[in-house]
């Protein structure tokens, strides 16, 4: 006898796939301790993709210009706003 | 057809090995196999990469919430489903064995195996209790020694027939093939064949190993 004609005598059992079943099965398994692992999504907001853009005032070559001249620095657009500040008072 | 699931809370218990003769075996002799890889670690994704045997299709990165309808769906005429579960004691363990016509409980012959691997078959007659209908279930002790059975593979036999549990015969036998066949992929038959496979170990024997549990398997379906 071929293997093929042994397996066609294997039958499938009929089986509670009802969101009732699933919901008695997690019950049995959580008291037992199996419990739901599925990891977890990294908590809070997502960063904000950047748009380099400094202030919807500021043109954008400038912005880019400074966005530019940061990255540069190894220092946020911010930080370089910071000492520009710093030189303009110095300077008044 | 049937689905087989492979379930143990503990890790390195050889379920992957399990679930990779059976498919292959069951291939081998005409069936199409459809492989579950629910374990993180990716094992049988692993083995496939390297190619899969020839009636065997795998279905990667099954989680909680597809599980029991990937299983139906996957299910049917001429097929087998074989779920291969990650080892931990989570929900996706839980909802795999309810939907299981045969669970494998594989286990070396450790006392922390057996403990742990016990938590297993409890669950699984929970879920016969809770949804009134018997689940088939058995061990198979694994990585066995192919010269002598120790004293605490022999005693731990005892108290799981004593206990009324169904502990499948042959054990598998702690070969080289079977871990290369997730390095080199496809079948034992195949890496016999191929004499650039090198295995440091007897393929032969390990065919014989993997084909009487597989036969064995196949006697607790009927």
Sequence with gaps: MSGSNRLAGLTARPKGTTVEDVRRVDEVGEARGFL??????????KPSPRTWQLHPKVFPEVGEAIAVEAERLGITQGQLVEQMWESYLKAR | ??????????GGVGKSTCAVLLASEFARMGADVTVLDCDPNKSLTRWASHGAP?????KSDVGRSEIVPTIRSADGDGKIV???LEGVASQLVSRAISQADLVIVPMQPTALDAEIGSEALALVREEEEALGRSIRHAV?????????KSRVQKELEEQLSGAGIDVIEPSL?????FSELFAYGGDLTAMMNDPEMVTGGKVDKALANAQAFTEAVYERLK
């Design chain 2, 1 to 10: 057809m049937p689905v087989i699931v492979m379930a143990s809370p503990k």
């Design chain 2, 173 to 177: 036998v702690a070969r080289a093939a």
């Design chain 2, 54 to 58: 020839s009636g065997v299709t795998l």
């Design chain 2, 82 to 84: 074989i779920v291969d």
């Design chain 2, 140 to 148: 198979v002790l694994t990585k066995t020694s192919a010269a002598v």
């Design chain 1, 36 to 45: 739901d692992r599925t990891p977890r999504k990294k908590p809070g907001r």
